[in-house]
């Protein structure tokens, strides 16, 4: 069965720098386009970026523009979230999620990741 | 960005009853629109996609209809482990995909 399981999440400070992973089991990894989605109490589900199947197409949410880059190792069956100068307003759980003609048709159960000083 | 907005907030029903949720697109998407079921402490699960397409594994209770700017999910008749919130996503024009506020289901 399909499996993706985020990890990296934890308590960073505003400025600071984290790098999230979700390595994806029961597919075929590099056949699909991946997403990370965030949620947070106030705003709800949020859209934070795609990555083509192969990589080559990435799109970004406007509040990350310039802040987050993903990517992907095929090889590895693994997806990339480096997220730098990090907000306050970045905390949230982080979810990413297979994408199946931009719907998110498999998700992971979320890694935590908390900006405070 | 289309904005997506739900109602009601809060729907309170009980075990066995018809219940429908509302979405609105602030412009047309076409029928590019998906329903999400999230329960406490999980991730949301894809319900519908297309407006009305059931996904994999999906029981028949769950139906979606709509187009262009208006939508429902309707649950035929609610069983206990379908108290959840409900969420509606757009992915007609992107970036951004963005999803409604959500709809929580209970008693």
């Known amino acids: 069965q399909v499996q993706l399981v985020e990890s990296g999440g934890g308590v960073v400070q505003p400025g600071r720098s984290l790098r999230l992973s979700c390595v994806a089991s029961g597919f075929t990894f590099g056949s699909y386009a991946m997403h990370w989605v965030r949620q947070t109490p106030g705003k709800g589900l949020e859209w934070v970026t795609f990555i083509s199947y192969d990589g080559s197409n990435k799109d970004y949410g406007h509040s990350m523009k310039g802040r987050f880059t993903i990517s992907r190792d095929n090889s590895r069956n693994t997806l990339y979230l480096q997220m730098n100068n990090l907000k306050t307003g970045d905390t949230a759980v982080y979810y990413c999620?297979?994408?199946?003609?931009?719907?998110?048709?498999?998700w992971g159960p979320g890694t935590l990741v908390t900006v405070s000083s | 960005e289309i904005v997506m907005t739900q109602s009601p907030a809060t729907l309170s029903v009980s075990l066995g009853e018809r219940a429908t949720l509302s979405c609105r697109a602030s412009q047309s998407v076409s029928s590019n629109l998906a329903w999400y079921q999230q329960k406490p402490g999980q991730a949301p699960r894809l319900l519908i996609h297309g407006a009305s397409t059931r996904a994999t594994g999906i029981p028949a209770r769950f139906s979606g209809s709509g187009s262009g700017t208006e939508f429902t999910l309707t649950i035929s008749s609610l069983q206990s482990e379908d108290f959840a919130v409900y969420y509606c996503q757009q992915y007609n024009k992107w970036p951004p995909l963005t999803f409604g506020p959500g709809t929580k289901v209970d008693i």
């Open positions: 999620a297979r994408g199946n003609y931009y719907v998110f048709d498999h």
